[in-house]
């Protein structure tokens, strides 16, 4: 019983890593990257980084004098409206620290010139009404 139960072990932890295999090619094509490193070194930083903003939200809270008895739509926006620069920073300086900034640079002045352009046709199609 010990060895088939043993077997079958080794055989998902086979099948485990011919995913993560398979997932490491798919990702190396679409973010243009050569190495596996590369990979996890991202993984890692988007990782970390969505923890630290956790972190974060204490401060954030009392800078801004939110405690318990704020209202929750308050909390929320604040939250929501600090959590998109905090997270976008933090990948910048932990991508910097694992050798990825170059990488996340990209990404980030991609992200600003899609939001940037849905502002400017959001704008011009307020004006022409």
Known sequence: ?????????LLFIYHLC?????????????????????????????AISGSSILFVKPIWYKMFGITEA?????????????????YQGFL?????LLGQFKFFWAKEKAMYHAVTALFKKLSVKKNQE
């Open 18 to 46: 011919v995913i993560v295999k398979k997932l490491f090619e798919r990702l190396k094509v679409k973010w243009e990257i050569r190495s596996n490193w590369d990979v996890l070194a991202i993984l890692i930083v988007f």
């Open 92 to 96: 910048l300086i932990y991508g910097f």
């Open 70 to 86: 704020t209202p929750t739509w308050l909390r929320w926006l604040v939250w929501t409206a600090m959590v998109f620069p905090t």
């Open 1 to 9: 019983m010990l060895i088939v139960v043993h077997r079958i072990e």
